[in-house]
């Protein structure tokens, strides 16, 4: 599963969860026209959610940069030119 996959994957799971009913620790920030436009997750009841999203979040921002394959940072060749995504 790709990175977005993650990402959306997690949101769907929310989603499913919100549909079998209201999920309790989560509160939302809606707009004038009553949007939701932000969640508050309770980090004491959902933790491992927010490390998946977090965890996504941050893969998808790294999308496009330079990386290192596997061999050269295991090798200590990590000062090998790293690979164009």
Do not use: C, Q
Not at 41 to 64: Q, S
């Amino acid at each position: 599963m790709g990175n977005r996959g993650i990402f959306i994957a997690a949101i769907e799971h929310v989603r499913s969860m919100e549909r079998r009913r209201s999920m309790e620790g989560l509160s939302y920030i809606v707009d004038e026209k009553g949007r939701r436009r932000a969640v508050v997750v309770d980090l004491d009841r959902h933790g491992e959610l927010w490390e998946d999203i977090y965890d996504a979040m941050i893969a998808e921002a790294r999308i496009g940069e330079d990386r290192l394959s596997w061999h050269a940072v295991r090798t200590g060749k990590a000062s090998a030119k790293p690979k164009k995504r």
